[in-house]
């Protein structure tokens, strides 16, 4: 039993790949993440415009509560003015409640298009360690850079030999249009949409 069981382990061939490496070296990341950004730019400009109109709100009631407390016009005057203040003050509640909605509805779907985004990604890179590892014979691929639950390394040793990372990023990257081959100066900060103190 011992020796079909050592049998077994010696035919198994097995390489590895650095998954971190992959990734992030992976064209389809980058314009991933150029997307997600653009995207997140437009929901930050969004959610600017609608906190400045939130606050030019805030200063309209401020000057209908102001003008309420004029004493030199008439009572009825001031009642109206009253009742315009108590119009905007819901206006800025109702506004409020808006923008704390759009703020989580906003992360909510960046948060889902970027777990789309990474599986997709996820899956072109093991179909295409899948490929090579065939094609070269390995019965067995390990992440190099995976840890167990314990956080600790998975892969406590590797030669480096069967390492299959440089050639699998090459076959990645080999249909990448010209214009993502070369580094960019752009750095695109990230969103800033927080849930504002209200």
């Known amino acids: 039993m011992t020796w079909l069981s050592g049998s077994a382990l010696a035919q198994q061939k097995i390489a590895t790949v650095d ?17 997600l950004n653009d995207r997140k730019a437009e ?4 959610d600017r415009g609608f906190v400045d109109n939130l606050q030019r709100t805030r200063d309209e009631y401020q000057k209908l509560l102001d003008s309420a407390a ?4 008439s009572a009825d005057e001031r009642d109206k003015r009253k009742q315009a ?3 905007k003050y819901t206006e ?4 409020q409640t808006a ?10 779907t960046l948060g889902a298009q970027t ?17 090579k590892a065939k094609a070269a014979g390995y019965t067995i691929v390990v992440d190099s850079t995976a840890d167990t639950v314990n956080q600790t390394p998975f ?6 030999q069967n390492d299959l990372t440089a050639a699998v990023l090459a076959q990645l990257n080999a249909g990448a249009p010209i214009d993502l081959n070369k580094p960019s100066d752009l750095v695109v900060p990230p969103l800033t949409i927080t849930t504002n103190s209200l």
């Open 19 to 35: 998954m971190r490496k992959l990734f992030d070296g992976y064209w389809k990341t980058k314009q991933a993440e150029t997307a």
């Open 43 to 46: 929901l930050d400009k969004e």
């Open 70 to 73: 004029d004493q030199a016009i």
């Open 85 to 87: 203040a108590a119009d």
């Open 92 to 95: 800025i509640k109702d506004s």
């Open 99 to 108: 923008i704390v909605q759009f703020e989580r509805q906003a992360q909510a």
């Open 115 to 131: 777990q789309r985004m990474r599986s997709d990604i996820l899956k072109e890179i093991q179909a295409a360690v899948t490929t």
């Open 155 to 160: 892969l406590l040793y590797t030669d480096g």
